[in-house]
C-alpha cells in the first residue's frame, strides 16, 4: 500500500535475516477438472517436486554479458520445481536492482501461446503498492507470475481462494508472501493501534487484519519495520496451516516463503 517517503532506513531498511533461509517441504492433493476448466480454459502442466534453500544471490552480471538478448520462449527454461522458481526470482531481482532486465516472454509466440494456456511458476502475494509490481521486481513476462495483491497482503476469502486456485489448479510450486519496506498499510495499523482512532470505511479491516503482527516491544519507524516482516510471517503462517496447502508443502510439491522487498535497494530479501 502507497506511503509518503521511502528513504527512511528505520521504517522499512535491510533487515538481517539470511537471503538463505530453509524453505518448508509438501503434499499433493486431487485435481478439480471442472474448476480448472471453468477458470483456466484448457490443461495446465504440473509443478515441480524437490525444494532446497533460496540462493544466496544469482550470480553477479558481468560485463560480457550485460548486453545478452531476451531469452525466447523456444529457448528459456521454465522453473518446474520450488528451488528452481526461487533461483529465478533471485536472477530476476538482480537484473532488476542493477539494470539489466530482460523483460523476458513478451515476443509474439509467447502471446500467442498464452491464449490457450498459462503454466506460470511462482505465485507473488503482494501488497497494493505502486512501487512493488512483482513482474517488474523479478524482471519476469507475461504468463511467469499470477500475482494476488491486496493492501499489506491482507487474507480474506477472495485472496485465500486465489491463492489455492494457484496451488491446486495450476500446480505453481512456489508462493512468495511479499511485504515491503515504508508499508502504508502497516503504518496506518501501527498508527490505529497507537492512537486508538478509527480508520475510514473498510481500511479499519486492514488495520484489524494486520493488528496482531504488530511489534510492541520497539518503538518509532522501528515498530513500523519490524510490524512489517511480523506481517508477512503471520499471513505466510496462515498460508502453511489451510489443510489443502500444506499437504501440497509436506509432499514437497510446493514451498511458501516470507520475503520483503526494500525501496531504498530495490532487493527481495527471504525472511526466516
Not at 552480471?61 to 533471485?90: D, F, G
Request: contains cysteine; hydrophobic residues 40%.
Amino acid at each position: 500500500m502507497n506511503s509518503d517517503a521511502a528513504s527512511n532506513r528505520g521504517d522499512g531498511a535491510e533487515a538481517t535475516d539470511s537471503a538463505d533461509a530453509p524453505i518448508s517441504h509438501v503434499k499433493p492433493r486431487g485435481r478439480r477438472s471442472l474448476l480448472r476448466a471453468a477458470l483456466a480454459g484448457s490443461a495446465v502442466l504440473g509443478g515441480g517436486l524437490a525444494i532446497g534453500a533460496f540462493p544466496a544471490d544469482a550470480e553477479p552480471v558481468s560485463r560480457s554479458n550485460r548486453s545478452t538478448p531476451t531469452p525466447s520462449a523456444a529457448t528459456r527454461t521454465r522453473p518446474s520445481t520450488p528451488e528452481e522458481a526461487l533461483t529465478e526470482l533471485s536472477k530476476g531481482n538482480r537484473r532488476w536492482r542493477e539494470l539489466h532486465q530482460q523483460h523476458p516472454d513478451e515476443d509474439a509466440v509467447v502471446r500467442r501461446t498464452l491464449t490457450t494456456s498459462q503454466h506460470p511458476f511462482a505465485l507473488i502475494l503482494g501488497c497494493i503498492d505502486s512501487r512493488v509490481p512483482p513482474e517488474l521486481v523479478f524482471d519476469q513476462g507475461l504468463g511467469d507470475l499470477m500475482t494476488v495483491r491486496s493492501a499489506g497482503e491482507v487474507l480474506d476469502e477472495a485472496v485465500l481462494g486465489s491463492v489455492a486456485y494457484g496451488v491446486l489448479e495450476l500446480d505453481i510450486p512456489l508462493v512468495m508472501v511479499l511485504g515491503h519496506q515504508s508499508c502504508g498499510a502497516v503504518k496506518a495499523a501501527v498508527a490505529a493501534d497507537q492512537t486508538g482512532e478509527e480508520l475510514p470505511a473498510h481500511i479499519q479491516y486492514i488495520a484489524d487484519e494486520i493488528a496482531p503482527a504488530i511489534d510492541h516491544s520497539v518503538e518509532g519507524d522501528a515498530r513500523i519495520a519490524a510490524t512489517i516482516d511480523a506481517n508477512v510471517r503471520m499471513v505466510r503462517s496462515r498460508l502453511d496451516a489451510e489443510p489443502d496447502l500444506a499437504a501440497k508443502v509436506k509432499a514437497g510439491k510446493v514451498a511458501i516463503v516470507g520475503a520483503r522487498y526494500d525501496l531504498t535497494t530495490q532487493r527481495v530479501h527471504l525472511l526466516k
